[in-house]
């Protein structure tokens, strides 16, 4: 029976948590796994609940932090090689940048047979400067001749990672896209816009616009309030936007509404053009109450937030970074917009606000194409593959 021993940063709401979750617990029984996580990231929400439904029991190494520590590094590092020689895995398959370095590294020093690293994204740019950004580059290029495969979430993102970033040649790197339980959100829709809505105290012929998660820099949520203050001033819609998510940057995007002039708030009841809610873990009320869902992000992966939305039947307005354009069909599911533009932001907003059967249109769109190629059953399967083809 080969043993996986997988291992991930921190076990908060987005795609390397539910992929690790899905992997763990619905690989073929002739696989043996164990999940390894590091401490929860206080800028995001627990996804602990994720694992508590699929009976899942990680081991937690409270020293494997994002950020860089020399001495947590090392204590983890140390930590990770005990558990290798204790579990003996065949296969050690490393999800993002830390475990990626640490996993690695102690896996090829034990001689494990195979190893195996997900990029959940990279941050090889608008993340830091670009000293810094060189050294995580060199450091991923030099972990990837450890490595028996790299995996990439879409097509993009392998471009990005052989051709753009030579991190490791085109045979090295296979395409398998994350896997989720979609169905919840085919499931009481409109009971489930109802509460939210309910709650929230919109009204029927409210446009609600949904934007979820964690609010820190890369996110660029000002990029949302600036095409939403626009999107206020071209519509005779009424229009309320919806702020789902916690984070560092959530007092100073408060004060952006008061610079911009958008009145906003924490509490439901205010009824104001936005609304911080703070982090829902229900995010299929979410889906279902909203009329559209917008990201805004710099960078991205493979944002788990256009998935759900699409399974959920929304039209979506976002950016076009990273991998969002193998994940969404353009011009049929969503609107996309170069980053930073926040007036092609504004009109795409507005096309949708404006027009309720186009709305309907690339919502219906979305469920046909995500039930297909973002199932975890398919996740399941093509990692099942990979895994006994690396062995033999």
Not at 14 to 28: C, E, F, S
Not at 68 to 90: L, S
Not at 329 to 337: C, M, R, W
Request: proline content about 4%.
């Amino acid at each position: 029976m080969p043993r996986v021993l997988r291992i991930i940063n921190r076990f908060n709401l987005g795609g390397p948590t539910y992929n690790a979750a899905y992997l763990t617990k619905y690989l073929p029984p002739e696989f043996e796994t164990l999940l390894v996580g590091g401490s929860k990231d206080a800028s995001k929400e627990s996804s602990m609940h994720i694992l508590n439904q699929l009976n899942l029991e990680p081991i937690i190494l409270d020293e494997m932090r994002r950020e860089v520590n020399i001495f947590e590094d090392r204590v983890a590092y140390d930590k990770i090689k005990k558990i290798i020689k204790d579990f003996k895995p065949d296969i050690v398959h490393t999800h993002a940048s830390k475990p990626g370095a640490l996993g690695r590294l102690a896996a090829h020093e034990l001689k494990v047979p195979v190893i195996i690293h997900t990029f959940h994204g990279h941050s090889f740019h608008s993340y830091f400067n670009p000293v810094k950004t060189a050294f995580y580059r060199k450091i991923e290029r030099y972990l990837a001749t450890k490595s028996s495969a790299i995996i990439a979430l879409s097509e993009k993102q392998k471009n990005e990672l052989v051709f753009e970033h030579n991190i490791c040649p085109a045979e090295k790197v296979e395409i398998i896209p994350l896997g989720f339980d979609l169905l919840k959100f085919q499931y009481d829709i409109e009971k489930k816009r109802s509460v939210f809505r309910s709650e929230y105290l919109l009204a029927d012929d409210e446009i609600a616009i949904g934007i979820i998660g964690r609010l820190v820099p890369i996110k660029n949520h000002d990029l949302f309030l600036k095409a939403i203050k626009i999107l206020t001033y071209r519509t005779r819609k009424k229009v309320r936007a919806f702020v789902v998510g916690d984070g560092e940057e959530k007092q100073r995007l408060m004060a952006v509404c008061d610079e911009i002039g958008l009145s906003y708030s924490s509490n439901a009841a205010d009824r104001a053009t936005v609304t911080f809610t703070s982090w829902i873990k229900d995010i299929d009320y979410v889906n279902a109450g909203v009329d559209i869902v917008c990201l805004t992000s710099k960078n991205e992966g493979t944002p788990v937030s256009l998935i759900e939305a699409q399974a959920a039947n929304k039209p979506i307005v976002s950016t076009k970074v990273g991998g969002i354009e193998n994940i969404v069909i353009p011009g049929q599911t969503a609107l996309l917009s170069e980053t930073n533009n926040h007036v092609t932001l504004a009109n795409n907003l507005l096309r949708l606000v404006e027009d309720e059967d186009l709305r309907a249109e690339f919502g219906s769109d979305g469920w046909s194409f995500v039930k297909q190629k973002f199932h975890f059953e398919r996740l399941v399967n093509d990692m099942a593959k990979l895994y006994l083809r690396l062995l033999n």
